[in-house]
């Protein structure tokens, strides 16, 4: 019987010959179970398909053993039927083939290294069989590359390797080109290798499992990055809406101070316009008097009556009205164009502070510290000194960039943010993420970053730069340079010069001070954990003593 005739008896679904077969409405047979079990998966959709042609069903047919065809499969059997191959047993082009098998090839179930031969499952126990030596045949999954074991040279099976080359050879290598070199068999080498391979594969999860902790805390911190970020998203769309809410009850209490006033001035006004419309009433009827009494001919009853019609009421002083058309609330808008010229420079000021600090967001792990001064200018911020903060003594010129340390007083206004004891002041600017500036000397100065709450009014240790938790000090004078936080001194030795560079790693939690000429000198470097944004600070020790923040972009 040809091999369509075998497939014809064939189920389609577990691919072996019918059992128990059954026909569905579609005219496709199969067997029960196969088709049982394939309906059972069907039967959430409470769709039934059929496995060949897809004809669906909307209720599950009644199946019925098919007799007459579970007859002629069994009389089939007993002239030789059998299963006929699936299409998924034969090798395809990115199959290893059977060797033994002739015409449509059957995939190989086992590769021979001795016999350098792939057999399908029938042919491997005709292989075992045949073998006298079989047990002692490799046998390896499938595999192409066998003819890769045959010495090109001697036609051999490559059974040994050579240390010395690296490479698989024969026996009669052995005794030839690579006589006299490191030579142990192939299995010796695999062993040994073998061994390496583990500590290899041992590193590898090593490394996997570090780089899967690594992979779960970089989870977290895209977790912590945008619960943050939208925890500062809400918290200042909160401010902003805080401010636009004060600017709308600040112009509706102008609004409503204008109008108060405004009926206060008007009621005043018709007030004292009523005043002098009543007096002019007056003044006419006592005319019309006097004209009557004018043309009196009787002289006596005209000197009777003219006392008391002459005599005249006073009259309302009206010398203080000063017409001023249009300008009466000139000054109100003036006042709140101030207000708002200054609302304007104190946004546009702070604006780019507050843009550089979610610029300068680094959630990434530390990167390398700069080395060369190139490297350090790529972090360089251009920073001014805050007039606010300046203690009177010191003048503030450049462009807020220079302090002076001067004899007399300046006229600076008071503020709470002032420096009331020492001559110190710091920068308008915060300071977070990298930040680098460098600061020109004479004298006396101690070049400082502080917190913004550190004590200003008096002399205590509290106000004094590097004398304190809230800040830390290089003194620079022409003998010696000292560090202090804390109250601590710590001397620190290096070139001399004046011009010192600073360099924060606000998130690394890295304050360096270097002494910088033609190269940088690291003179201290801090190790800790800032909890706020910093500002650079200067305190100038005595009268004539300068500072002055370099531009250097």
Sequence with gaps: MNQMDQTKFCCSVCLDLLKDPVTIPCGHSYCMNCIKSFWDEEEKKKIYSCPQCRQTFTARPVLEKSTMLADLVEELKKTGLQAAPADHCYAGPEDVACDVCTGRKMKAFKSCLVCLASYCEKHLQSHNIVADSFKKHKLVEPSKKLQENICSRHDEVKMMFCRTDQQSICYLCSVDEHKGHDTVSAAAERTERQGELEVSRQNIQQRIQDREKDVKLLQQEVEAINQSADQTVEHSEKIFTELIHLIQKRSSDVKQQIRSQQGTEVSRVKELQEKLEQEITELKRKDA????????????????????????????????INIRPLSYFEDVTAAVSEVRDKLQDILREEWKNISLTVTEVDVLLPQPQPKTRAEFLKYSREITLDPNTANKWLLLSEGNRKATAMKQQQSYSDHPDRFTGWQQVLSRESLTGRCYWE?????????????????????????????????????????????????????????????????????????????????????????????????????LHYYGDTAELIKLK
């Design 289 to 320: 008097e006097l004209k009557q009494l004018s043309h009196t001919e009787d002289h006596i009853q005209f000197l009777h009556n003219y006392p008391s019609l002459s005599a005249l009421s006073e009259s309302t002083d009206s010398s203080s």
């Design 439 to 539: 600061v020109e000397w004479r004298g006396g100065v101690s070049v400082a970053v502080a917190y913004k709450n550190i004590s200003k009014a008096g002399n205590s240790d509290e106000c004094t730069f590097g004398h304190n938790y809230k800040s830390w000090s290089l003194y620079c004078n022409n003998n010696s340079f000292t560090c202090w936080y804390n109250n601590i001194k710590t001397p620190v030795s290096g070139p001399r010069s004046s011009r010192v560079g600073v360099y924060l790693d606000h998130r690394a939690g890295i304050l360096s001070f270097y002494s910088v000429s033609e190269t940088m000198t690291l003179l201290h470097r801090v190790q800790t954990t800032f909890t706020q944004p910093l500002y650079a600070g200067l305190w």
